[in-house]
């Protein structure tokens, strides 16, 4: 290392020649030699820890407005917020499987709806999009078949399609 230099645009360069000979000797008995100008400081560097978008906004997961279309408590929904949609969409399915969470009183009872309602929406949401597109209620009977293995009447996903 000891002639190389740091340069803040191109990392290590080998450092040039220098301009008058190096003298022999030990710290003050040593001939003057001119210094090298321009090393040290900070190099041109930013923040490595920067989880923050560049317009300073938290990006925010669409599942999030869905579930407060659904309407669910605000509880649930800062929740959801704080851990994430996937997270809580797990819990969500896990909590609606060991149905009541009560051992006499000493725990906190919180009601959810029951996860197959967000299934439901997501369906129902689905069919509004086909329609949307345009799809006739038949070829969206099929759609529902082929991508939820859900079968509906036509009745039934006419009157979801007009619902809002």
Sequence with gaps: MGNEKRHSDRGIDQASP???PVTE??????????????????????????????????????????????????????VADAIGADAFLEMWRILDAKGRLTDGGSMIEA?????RSYLRFQRNSYIK??????????????A??????ERLSITRITHIAKTD
């Excluded at 999009?129 to 099929?142: D, F, N, W």
């Excluded at 529902?144 to 293995?149: A, V």
């Design 18 to 20: 220098p301009s008058t």
């Design 25 to 78: 000797g030990v710290g003050g008995w040593q001939e003057a030699t001119p210094c090298r100008c321009g090393g040290g400081g900070y190099q041109n560097i930013y923040p490595v820890l920067n989880f923050q978008p560049k317009n300073g906004q938290k990006k925010r997961d669409p599942r999030l407005d869905e579930l407060h279309k659904l309407g669910l408590p605000h509880v649930w929904l800062s």
């Design 129 to 142: 999009a086909l329609k949307a597109i345009e799809m006739s209620p038949q070829q969206i009977r099929k």
């Design 111 to 115: 009601k959810l709806r029951p996860y």
């Design 144 to 149: 529902l078949e082929k991508q939820m293995s």
